[in-house]
């Protein structure tokens, strides 16, 4: 019996960073091609303050100009306080809340103006807000593999905090190498011990890297039980909180041709990938 691999497209983490804002009907129609390739996920983007992301003010309306009758692909928005969660929550076409947790301190700080203390209640207050509704919470554990500041960093720190969420009921947790710093090594050892102990907790991985720099940290997390992975097309954007130049994504095409390699199933239409892949570059540039 084969492999699946779930693969997300972030079309929200490749726009992000865009100083030209892209017109809210070319995000529409490119995100119409996006649903048809058969997605696990669409991360389609965010509900956080316009003068931090401009580029996503237009969230709500993007969101409403989607129609997703023909696809079973979740929808994702990035929140960063409970006054996020409360407006993605008021959106029925939004499933899953991903909130970035930063291991590091400082980007803690730089992303979200809180301390990672002040975070963690923020997300178990969230979470209580999720209760009875159909939307889940994704944790995003943002400079897991290390950081350019010289905060505190190793692989029992990460493991410490992957277990504080565990204790509260978090189910989805991807580890993200926000400023391309992660090396085979530490992805190996996380994703081997982090998996088997927490069985209840899905693992993914959102790595950024130079685009030819990809395949050591996908091989590392995959042959050590990762089975989601994040990406862009054309490995377009990476985070504009990083205070260090920006490092792109995973490529999406690198990603489906990772999984035929190693002959895991990815379930994804080639043909409608071909159409989004040429309107990304259309409107990404």
Same mark, same amino acid.
């Given at each position: 019996m ?11 983490d $490749?726009m992000q960073?865009? /100083?030209e804002f892209?017109p809210t009907?070319d995000?529409i129609d ?8 058969g997605f ?6 965010? !509900? ?6 401009p580029?996503?003010a237009d969230?709500k309306?993007v969101?409403n ?6 696809s ?7 929140? $960063?306080s409970?006054? @996020? ?5 008021a /959106?029925?076409?939004v499933?899953?809340?991903?909130f970035p947790?930063s291991i590091?301190?400082?980007?803690q700080?730089d992303n979200t103006?809180k ?7 923020a997300?178990k207050?969230i979470?209580?807000k999720?209760?009875?509704s159909?939307?889940e919470? *994704?944790?995003?554990f943002?400079m897991a593999f @290390?950081?350019p500041y010289?905060d505190?960093w190793?692989?029992e720190?990460?493991k410490?905090?992957?277990n504080?969420f565990?204790d ?6 991807n580890?993200?190498?926000?400023t391309s710093?992660a090396?085979?090594e530490?992805v190996?050892?996380? !994703?081997q011990?982090?998996?088997?102990k927490y069985p209840e907790?899905?693992f993914?991985? /959102?790595?950024h ?8 940290k996908?091989? $590392?997390?995959?042959?050590?039980g990762c089975?989601?992975?994040?990406? $862009?097309?054309k490995?377009? @954007?990476?985070c504009p909180m990083a ?6 994504n995973?490529?999406t095409?690198? *990603?489906i041709?990772?999984a035929?390699?190693?002959?895991a199933e /990815?379930g994804?239409?080639?043909?409608a ?12 540039g």
């Open positions: 084969s492999q699946k691999i779930k693969i997300v497209d972030c079309p929200r $490749a960073g865009r /100083h892209i009907q995000k490119h995100l119409q091609k996006l649903l048809k390739v696990e996920m669409i991360d389609c983007g965010s !509900f956080v303050s316009p003068k931090i992301i580029q996503m969230t309306e969101l100009g989607i129609d997703r009758s023909n079973e692909t979740k929808l994702s928005v990035i929140i $960063a409970e006054g @996020g969660a409360d407006r993605a929550l /959106h029925d076409k499933d899953v809340l991903g947790f590091s301190e400082q980007f700080q103006n301390s990672r203390e002040e975070a963690f209640e997300v207050n979470q209580k999720l209760e009875g159909d939307k919470l *994704l944790i995003y943002s @290390g950081n010289k505190e190793s692989v720190l990460v410490d905090w992957a504080k565990a509260i009921g978090i189910t989805k947790i580890l993200s190498d926000t710093v090396n085979p530490d190996s050892e996380l !994703f011990n982090l998996i088997p907790i899905e993914g991985a /959102h790595f890297s130079e685009y030819n720099e990809w395949f050591t996908v091989d $590392a997390a995959y042959q050590n089975r989601s992975f994040d990406g $862009a097309i490995g377009f @954007g990476g205070k260090s130049d920006l490092v792109g995973i490529p095409e690198k *990603l041709t990772y035929e390699s190693v002959k /990815h994804l239409n080639l043909f990938f071909e159409a989004a892949y040429n309107s990304a570059l259309k409107v990404m």
